[in-house]
């Protein structure tokens, strides 16, 4: 849950509808995401990428022996989706994100850290274009790019926003409906355990309470 | 075993109570680890000629694989950081701080003090969101509380943690300076009460720490009021004379009334709050050291008073806290309720559970100790006869005839009224259960049904309440 003191960031509206307007290009199979990240850093603060942090999203953005095609090019639509809102300058501007950039050490140390939040949050979880086709999608994305962004949604409590992240990330909404299960299950079993007779037998007690 | 002259059960609801009637398992799976001889002296005890009518059979049901917990018990918990461990487990294995993390009220690194307390009734309505997730169920007993503040909660125990309650007493008693070895002539311990009905039961108790070689003792549970015939009663407790008298206070006092011939190396009392006079009065008759236990059945043994002067923390994994009437945690040596965090039955670890008890805690060289502890006061009622009635044999009857909440009251002229709260949606009627305790007293019993407990009035419901 972001902490209480957490600044206010742009509008969602303002989020959502940057989403709306995303270059179709970042979906094409041939744009380079690590370079577009590397110039975003350049612009931002003219920062040149260190070779370790390169090396880091190349092992998010390439291939590996162990990462299937589709994982890749799922999070390199994101990334390349969170550079085109970074990009934006009613985001880069507001008030409350440069208070959030400070306090992480500078705007590509920010916009790194999105890059990489948001990728491993949402990765997989959506078919690409519906990020920014389906309403959903678009809200999903916005929450999350806010949230990992260390800004809330103007307008909105610290409680509030959490609450309604959680009732548009489909990870949660996943992971809450597998945990319902689980527990839900576990508690039948503790009423057969509790119910057998073997249980009722008890056992042998020393003390009183 | 001798089950043939157990009078009927005195009222429907109590079937349970029945000779043997929730008595289900072979002996070897009672006792696994017991051998031959410890078989056959078990047996020998269970028909003793002067035996009361058994009327339950269970055992302490451990295995060779409890044996790590058991030695644990006997060393004491050495680590310190075990509350910030059950804090961490308890987000990722119970339910309902699984729910607290997801919904973001909690996580994994809170504070204790963060945390909301737990009361009996959210686990009467909810246990399983108690319950780890992640514990095999398949040897999970059940266990009931009576408690002090209405419906009968059940308690999933472990074979494990129950016995380690035996080898709690062997340290506490030990701690006295009195000398408790298995001596095959006497009964090892006798759990003694005082009821209309109860359940009674002979053991032998594996878990005993001993030396190598020699065997297990053997204890019964023993009903002061369960023998057709009294002079029976006191010829079995004079001739196995038990070693410990692991009892409570209306028993006890009974017990020293009777004036038999008994030499106890010590006496442990829990569940009722122990007078100063009871306690002279044990230590006066037998000279050996009066042990008033103080635990919840949800939580365990959690203090213990060794000379009336205070309850100091036992060494188990217990934190307790005092916190006021608004839920604050309030200075050493202020008086609030007492809130327990344990970590000891693995089908029960709590967080900050309401007890319902009073007390101010002091640190002193004994290490936490529990000072002025109220709350666990025993009620007699007085039945048309004059006879005094323990209020436990009213707790079984309220509770069977499946009241929630309930406040039996005692008038100065003898009148009882009873306020109760239904569970909802069994389709009980409360006048049953009025009824019930009528023909109990042998009075007339007046009736309020109430639609929630706040019909009980503020803070902790008594349940039994007697004037003058």
Known sequence: MPAPETPAGPALATVRHRLGVAPPDLFEPGVVVPALVADLAIELDGTLLDADSLVRLDDDLSHGPATPHDVIVTRRVLVGLVCWLV?????????????????????????????????????????????????????????????????????????????????????YQRDLVRAMAVEQARAEELERALAAQKAKEAAAQYANY | ????????????????????????????????????????????????????????????????????????????????????????????????????????????????????????????????????VDVPLDRVLEGSSSGSTGAALRVPLHPASVAADLVLLQRLVASTGAVWEPDPRRLGLANVVDQRVAFTYASAMTAFRRAAGLPAPLMARLNLSGW???????????GLDPQVLSTSTLPLVRLLGLDLDLHPVAVVSGATDLPASVRAAAAARWGCPVIDLYGLRETGPVAASLDGGGHVLVPRRVHVEILDASGQTVPDGSRGEVVVTVDENPYLPLLRYRTGDHA?????????????????????????????????????????????????????????????????????DPRAAADAVARWLGRPVGLTVLDDVGGLGPGKPRRFSVDG
């Open chain 2, 1 to 132: 075993m001798r089950t043939t002259e157990q009078p009927a059960v005195p009222d429907p609801v109590l079937g349970e109570y029945a000779p043997m009637g929730a008595a289900t398992l072979t002996d070897a799976e009672r006792w696994p680890t017991l051998d031959d001889d410890g078989h056959a002296r078990l047996a020998a005890l269970r028909g003793h000629a002067d035996a009361p009518p058994w009327v339950h059979a269970t055992g302490d049901r451990l295995t060779a694989a409890d044996e790590p917990v058991l030695a644990a018990a006997e060393r004491g918990p050495t680590d310190t950081d075990w509350v910030e461990a059950l804090i961490a487990r308890a987000h990722a294995d119970v339910p309902a701080y699984r729910r607290a993390q997801r919904e973001g009220r909690s996580g994994p690194g809170s504070a204790l003090s963060e945390l909301p307390p737990v009361t009996r009734r959210h686990l009467v309505d909810d246990l399983a969101s108690y319950v780890p």
């Open chain 1, 87 to 171: 990009l934006d300058p009613d985001v880069r501007t507001d008030p409350g994100v440069r208070e959030a950039v400070a306090q992480v050490g500078g705007p590509t140390r920010w916009m790194l850290r999105i890059v990489t939040d948001v990728q491993r949050e949402l990765v997989g979880l959506r078919a690409d274009k519906d990020w920014v086709l389906r309403d959903e999608g678009r809200e999903e994305l916005a929450r999350a790019f806010l949230r990992f962004a260390g800004v809330l949604p103007a307008g909105e409590a610290a409680a509030a926003a959490q609450d309604r992240w959680l009732a548009v990330s489909t990870a």
């Open chain 2, 228 to 238: 057709p015939d009294p002079a029976g009663r006191d010829r079995f407790l004079t």
């Open chain 2, 360 to 428: 101010a805690l002091v640190r002193d060289a004994r290490g936490a100790v529990l000072v002025g502890l109220e709350g666990r006061a025993p009620v007699l009622f007085r039945a048309a006869d004059g006879t005094l009635r323990p209020s436990i044999d009213a707790t079984q009857l309220l509770q069977a005839y499946g009241l929630a909440a309930y406040h039996l009251h005692q008038g100065a002229d003898g009148s009882v009224h009873l306020r109760a709260l239904p569970l909802r949606g069994l389709g009980l």
